[in-house]
T-cell receptor, first 110, second 114 residues
Framework: GENVEQHPSTLSVQEGDSAVIKCTYS??????FPWYKQELGKRPQLIID?????GEKKDQRIAVTLNKTAKHFSLHITETQPEDSAVYFC?????????FGKGTSLLVTP | SAVISQKPSRDICQRGTSLTIQCQVD?????MFWYRQQPGQSLTLIAT?????????ESGFVIDKFPISRPNLTFSTLTVSNMSPEDSSIYLC???????????FGPGTRLTVL
C-alpha cells in the first residue's frame, strides 16, 4: 500500500514565524493530497488540499506545494498564531480512501 | 460538505465485551470509511463500507473482530468485538464529498477498555 512519511513529528515556532511540514509518498499514481488539522479532542478538519495537476495552492496564510517528480508535498503556514497549535496530518489518496502520515504536533508560542 | 454524527461519543467497556458504534450522514453517500486513531497516533483505515455488499477490510483488520453493517446509503455501524485494552482508541467514520475529493469525519467515538 501507499507509504506516507511525514516530518518533523514535532515543531515549535514563535508567533509570527513560519512553519513548514513535509511529506513524501511512494505511489506515483496518487493524485490527491489533503492536509488535515486536528485540535485536541476534536475531529480532523481539512485545511487545504492539492491535486496532481497543480504545483502550488494558497489560502490566506496557508499554502501547499507539490513536487510530483520527487513525490513530496509540503504545508507552509506563515505568520503563525497560537491558535495554529494543533496536530497536522498529511494524506494521500489510495484510490478509494486516504493514507495518513504520522502527524506533526505544532506548537506556536506567544 | 457533509454532516456526520456518531453514537456513542465515548464509552468505557469491560474486557471481553462488544460495542457497536453508529454513524449517520445527512445525505446519501456511496462509500463510508471507518478509521481507528490510537492514543497519540495517526489515523488508520479499518475498512470501507459499501451499501449492499460486504465491507472491504484493510490488512490487519478482520470481519470477526470488526463486523460492519451498511443497511442504507446514510448509515453504518462498526462493532468492536471481544474487546481488550489494546482496542482503546478513537473510532471515526468518514465520507467523501464529492467522490474522489474531501473526506469529512464524524466527531469520533472514544473507547476505553478496562
Amino acid at each position: 500500500g501507499e507509504n506516507v512519511e511525514q516530518h518533523p513529528s514535532t515543531l515549535s515556532v514563535q508567533e509570527g514565524d513560519s512553519a513548514v511540514i513535509k511529506c513524501t509518498y511512494s505511489d506515483s499514481a496518487s493524485n490527491y493530497f489533503p492536509w488535515y488539522k486536528q485540535e485536541l479532542g476534536k475531529r480532523p478538519q481539512l485545511i487545504i488540499d492539492i491535486r496532481s495537476n497543480v504545483g502550488e495552492k494558497k489560502d490566506q496564510r496557508i499554502a501547499v506545494t507539490l513536487n510530483k517528480t520527487a513525490k513530496h508535498f509540503s504545508l507552509h503556514i506563515t505568520e503563525t498564531q497560537p491558535e495554529d497549535s494543533a496536530v497536522y496530518f498529511c494524506a494521500v489518496d489510495s484510490g478509494y480512501a486516504l493514507n495518513f502520515g504520522k502527524g506533526t504536533s505544532l506548537l506556536v508560542t506567544p | 460538505s457533509a454532516v456526520i454524527s456518531q453514537k456513542p461519543s465515548r464509552d468505557i467497556c469491560q474486557r471481553g465485551t462488544s460495542l457497536t458504534i453508529q454513524c449517520q450522514v445527512d445525505s446519501q453517500v456511496t462509500m463510508m470509511f471507518w478509521y481507528r486513531q490510537q492514543p497519540g497516533q495517526s489515523l488508520t483505515l479499518i475498512a470501507t463500507a459499501n451499501q449492499g455488499s460486504e465491507a472491504t477490510y484493510e490488512s490487519g483488520f478482520v470481519i470477526d473482530k470488526f463486523p460492519i453493517s451498511r443497511p442504507n446509503l446514510t448509515f453504518s455501524t462498526l462493532t468492536v468485538s471481544n474487546m481488550s485494552p489494546e482496542d482503546s482508541s478513537i473510532y471515526l467514520c468518514s465520507v467523501e464529498r464529492p467522490i474522489g475529493s474531501e473526506q469529512f469525519f464524524g466527531p469520533g467515538t472514544r473507547l476505553t477498555v478496562l
